[in-house]
């Protein structure tokens, strides 16, 4: 197991690159973005249309999830109170 983390890391590391410009404030991978502004916002106070048709989630503590790995769905971890804390794809 301790193998496969490390090859899996050492595989998909690469690929993360930070945007152009060096004030933009989102990180890019192949198939999923994060947004770094939105990190201690209220997820209600974030405008949630610019995902379009982009699928998400918003996982609160002790919220239920499905194990599978999708790489272009943004997660979204969140305070019960709503403050979003990490972004993540998959």
Do not use: H
Not at 8 to 31: G, H, R
């Amino acid at each position: 197991m301790k193998y496969l983390l490390i090859a899996s890391f050492m595989i998909f590391t690469p690929f993360l690159v930070q945007a152009e410009n060096i004030n933009d404030s989102t990180y890019v991978t192949p198939t999923c973005e994060t947004y770094i502004e939105w990190t201690g916002k209220n997820i209600d106070e974030i405008d949630l249309s610019i995902l379009e048709d982009r699928k998400y989630r918003v996982i609160k503590p002790d919220t239920m999830v499905t194990m599978d790995y999708l790489p272009n769905r943004l997660n979204i971890q969140t305070t019960d109170e709503g403050i979003i804390l990490v972004q993540d794809c998959g």
